[in-house]
């Protein structure tokens, strides 16, 4: 099998097959073989009962203690016994599988595997799943892979047409140099693909990792040293003076600039005036105030008669800044316009014409302002915001939109220097360092599940006094299609616990754009008092008055992207509270936690995370959204990172060329992450 081939050529993929797979853009065998695991199951060592602790995902062996009985709740018809083993016994159940109640015999062994949970003050196993001793043997130890999964498609479908895939599949020649790998100890290719996907032990996935990830890493670094060589300082033909709509707008704001700020604008109004086109990031922890650079730089590229653009990465942000940017502007006399997705077509197409004939000079939103259909009259400046959501691709597609326009990033990204000039090295950068004086620092607490019903009367006594709450569920372990009803189920349960007068919301990824704006202005406005969401509400969103935020198993994310969501409060003059709950509150998850409710400052937490994990765990949960590596994750991986730039920076372009030209998608790859290459 070669890589362009269909997967239709996998025994066992047919037409409807395909078309799942589709939905998760695999095609080819190639594609397929990309298609690395979300993580693995590892089959642990039979544990004794008396051992099992909440939260734990056991494999217990024994018989039943009781005889299996089956009731009826809410529709759901649950089978449930107690199982014993030498130590001890359990409660185990099941729902909607009533077969159960005749095949389960009192006195046969059992081998069963589940989750220990908490239900009506009882340790129970909810839904294990029966094995044999065959089964079981086979599996011990082993890592199975599990996957990303759409609707339709099972886990095991997928195991198998990988599997199939790997027996057959001709590898291309490896493209490595020899004494790269051999510098950084680097198994091939070939093997790190079949053992990232079927490894026979967690040494044999670490080394698999541990190849991609510099691979990802050297491609990315390639390819932005060559971008990097083909836009050396260049003139610009805008030159974009601060002028009297920058005094007007500076003393419209209820505060004053931070020294953060003053500084970072100092550097941006210099660059935009200096007749060198502008390429900056810049660079400061959550509620920094970053928002209001941009909106300074924008006024610069208006007052002297040219448009700006802002890209954000969801459309709930896009909508907030579009209606900030309003508010401020219009009454200076600039137009601001809303491009994004859920936009109507006959909306999208009147404000396509109106940015190409200069009838709006500022233009906020999502991708849709980098489309093919749209064209600007006069872009003299190109803002992207929360850029780590966007690849450095994304931000060159939207240069071509203009004449060399200046180019403004923004980050919250808490990043060491160091690893900023490799994965910004084509940008200068400046850093916000402070918060606004207003601030009082957020009070943070790392709770178990116990505290549950005192942090709901904590809301409530916040909610009485006017502000709003956040509550962030995590997806469902099984399969993502299962995050919705997670945050649908949560919703319902606490509307059952909490007074009828709170008003509760929730929103989540799959919900229509239209859905989604409503609530989310709706919680803006204040209409709404707590918003159970999904990590959709992770970047950008400012909504000041909202004091409250708790996480939901938080030990389930990364802890740069726990510091994200609690950036969400905080925001306003108000004491604002966090409260990270743990679902399995072990003594690991709540040393991690900690770091959390000692620090309010992302880059100490990014860097005490790493020092506690070391970078030896390799089965930690990334640590951010970093959308542009697919298993590499900047702060696990930051030695990688260093060294794979350090193997890239050595290729000379011509070296490059012949290496694109020798090895089939190369090029392809280095182009995804910068766009098209002169090579
Ligand atoms: P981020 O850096 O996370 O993008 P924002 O730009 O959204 O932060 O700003 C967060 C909040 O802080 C906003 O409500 C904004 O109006 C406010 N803010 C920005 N700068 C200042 C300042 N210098 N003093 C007080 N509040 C500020
Ligand atoms: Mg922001």
């Known amino acids: 099998m070669n890589a362009n081939d269909s997967i239709r050529q996998i025994k066992g993929v047919g037409e409807k097959t395909e078309k799942l797979f589709a939905k998760l853009g695999i095609a080819t065998a190639e594609e397929l073989l990309a298609f690395y695991p979300r993580e693995y199951d590892i089959f642990s060592p039979i544990q004794p009962i008396s051992s099992v602790r909440e939260g734990d995902f056991v494999i217990i062996e024994g018989s039943l203690a009781t005889k299996p009985r089956m009731a009826n709740v809410r529709n759901l018809k649950i089978i449930s016994c107690k199982f014993r083993d030498g130590t001890g016994q359990i409660t185990v159940s099941w729902f909607n599988m009533p077969y159960l109640l005749r095949s389960l015999k009192p006195g046969t062994h059992y081998l ?24 079981y043997a086979n599996l011990l130890g082993k890592l199975q892979p599990v996957y990303h999964l759409t609707a339709g498609l099972t886990n095991n479908a997928v195991t198998k047409a990988v599997a199939a ?10 493209f490595l140099p020899v004494e790269i790998r051999r510098k950084y100890q680097l198994e091939l290719h070939k093997k790190a693909v079949k053992n990232l996907h079927f490894p026979e032990s967690r040494e044999a996935y670490a080394e698999a990792r541990k190849r991609l990830v510099f691979e990802e890493f050297f491609l990315f670094s390639l390819a932005l040293h060559l971008m990097r060589e083909e836009k050396r300082k260049k003139q610009s033909g805008y030159i974009l003076e601060s002028g009297k709509k920058t005094e007007e707008f500076l003393e419209s704001l209820p505060f004053q600039l931070t020294e953060g700020q003053k500084t970072a604008w100092r550097d941006v109004e210099q660059d935009l005036s200096s007749g060198y086109v502008m390429n900056r990031l810049v660079q400061g922890d959550v509620g920094s105030g970053k928002t209001v650079i941009a909106m300074l ?3 610069s590229a208006v007052q002297n008669g040219h448009q700006g653009a802002v890209m954000v990465p969801t459309e709930v942000l896009a909508r907030q800044h579009y209606e900030e ?17 859920s936009l109507t077509n006959s909306a999208k197409k009147e404000v396509g014409r109106r940015i190409l004939e200069h009838k709006v000079d500022v233009i ?3 991708h849709a302002l980098i489309q093919e259909k749209i064209t600007y009259d006069d872009l003299a400046l190109i803002v992207t915001d929360e850029q780590h959501r966007f690849g450095v691709r994304q931000r060159e597609t939207f240069l071509e939109k203009g004449k060399s326009p200046h180019v403004l990033v923004m980050s919250a990204t808490p990043i060491p220097r160091t690893l900023a000039l490799i994965l910004y090295g084509d940008l200068d950068i400046s850093v916000i360092d402070v918060l606004p004086a207003n601030r009082l620092p957020i009070k943070n607490c790392a709770v178990g599940t116990n505290y549950r019903p005192q942090a709901y009367r904590f809301m409530q006594k916040q909610i009485e006094q006017g502000h709003q709450v956040y509550i962030i569920c995590p997806m469902a372990d099984e399969s993502e299609n299962m995050e919705a009803e997670n945050v649908i189920d949560y919703t319902n349960t606490l509307k059952s616990v909490l007074p009828d007068t709170v008003r509760i919301e929730y929103l989540h990824g799959k919900m229509r754009p239209a859905a989604k704006n409503e609530i989310m202005e709706d919680f803006s406005a204040g209409k709404v008092d ?10 950008g969103i400012n909504v000041p008055n909202a004091t409250v935020m708790m996480v939901e198993n938080a030990e389930r994310f990364g802890l740069a992207q726990l510091h994200q969501l609690r950036g969400r409060v905080g925001r306003g003059d108000a004491q604002s509270y966090c409260i990270f709950m743990a679902g399995n509150p072990s003594e690991e998850t709540m040393e991690r936690l900690r770091i959390l409710e000692n620090s309010n ?3 100490y937490v990014a860097k005490q995370d790493l020092k506690l994990r070391g970078p030896g765990d390799l089965f930690g949960i990334r640590q951010s959204g970093e959308l542009f590596f697919q298993l590499a994750d900047i702060y696990q991986d930051a030695q990688q990172l260093q060294q794979a730039n350090e193997a890239a920076s050595a290729f000379t372009r011509e070296e490059v060329s012949l290496f694109c030209k020798k090895y089939r998608g190369l090029r392809e790859r280095l182009e995804k992450y910068t766009g098209s290459l002169s090579l």
């Open 601 to 603: 400052d992302g880059f």
């Open 364 to 366: 906020v939103g999502t």
């Open 165 to 174: 895939v790997l027996k057959e599949y001709e590898f291309e020649p490896e």
């Open 297 to 299: 730089a924008l006024l």
């Open 530 to 539: 707590i918003l159970v969401s999904t990590t959709v509400i992770e970047v």
């Open 325 to 341: 940017m309003a508010r401020y502007f219009e009454p200076l006399g600039i137009r601001v316009a809303l491009l994004a997705g």
């Open 112 to 135: 069963l595997r589940g989750r220990a949970v908490m239900k009506n003050g009882m340790l129970q196993i909810s839904q294990p799943k029966l094995l044999g001793r065959e089964e």
